[in-house]
DNA sequence: AGCTAAATATTATCTTGATCATATTTTGTC
DNA sequence: GACAAAATATGATCAAGATAATATTTAGCT
């Protein structure tokens, strides 16, 4: 033998983060091979090594994208503090602040995955899903009805608010995302007017 | 001289509308200047008479696809009929129902316009405001207090809603867009309760 | 130490697509 | 009907980038 089969994974496991950070911020066809190796320390032509091609790649860059989405970490040790509803909400919206170094793929990644095929959609909805479950799942505890809906509805407003506000040119973007804050906060404070409100 | 002033402007808006569709509907990078042409009809050599390059093209087909947006078009003569809130969510939300035809550029190149400069972006903000700005008019009419944050958070809403949809696969696809819409419809129509309800 | 196999690097190839140069067609004018 | 000017088409160039072939390094084994 020669190389220990865990440093080739860690290899690897490079390499799916160089290319999950940089898909997630520039999307699949901004984003070159050569790129992506360079930035997990190695030339393009180890690539070839560790994956069959770059959509290969892209596939298996989306789930550990997903998996590693700062929501789905720590699953159960943070349970008392980070699942704190508008911790989570502000972490989310905080994109371009302070949060640069994780986006999130579910605004960043939306435009190509729906061009992709079913692998990579589903990689994407199991995304959406768990984020969507992990706040139902706070919600519930909370005492809400209608937990699903109302965690649908926020994700759907927190995705589409920062794939917006990318779009936006400076001097708005910062006031659009803070009415955003406060009306996704309200929303979720009614959805809950029965129990503990949200902001405090 | 020879050709009609009007002639070339015919083709430049024949390039524009065609480059429009595509861009919408596939980004930026995955749309060729040879496939432009061709829906435009005419081969890729032509191009330069009209546009300077492709980035040139994309900036002018932004805009266009803006002032073409469907709830910009005719906005006074319909001013009883499609206006009416409710037909003008399910318009919305009936992309990959009945209108591919007349993709949003609002979720189709907010992506794109994300990763591109100020002139673009700014075309990109027009085009979210025309249609927030519709949408308060109507709900101002009816009464609506807060207007302006009810419609930018439909807005918001929709263009989630419409680009998360296209990123899932399809059974699932469908039902979020009916959760979707009933939910938006139902936000809409609290909004209203002092005045008459939107859906019925 | 030297061998082996895998990991990584270097270099070459091949395709695609933007841009450009040159030809051809078209239309209005005389 | 021929000419001029502009529009369009054809074909060439050029660069980028994915992939592949070949070379080199590395780490474990004996």
Redesign the interface.
Known sequence: MSYTAKHKEQTRQRILHAAAKLFCS??F??VTLTQIMKKANMTHGAFYAHFSGKSSLYEAAMQFASSNAFWARDDKQTEGKETHIKALVTRYLSWGRNDKEHPSP??????????KE?KV??A??VC?DSLVDRLAGILKKRGSQEAE?LA??TV??????V??A????QP?QSDFLK??QE?IVNRLNSGLKNSEPVEG
Do not use: C, N, P
Request: net charge negative.
């Open positions: 520039h999307g066809d901004r579910l605004e960043f990644l939306v435009t190509d995955a729906a061009h079913e959609r589903q994407y909805q959406f809906a649908e509805e759907v407003s927190l995705v589409g608010t794939a917006i990318r779009s936006f040119t708005l009415r955003a009306r």
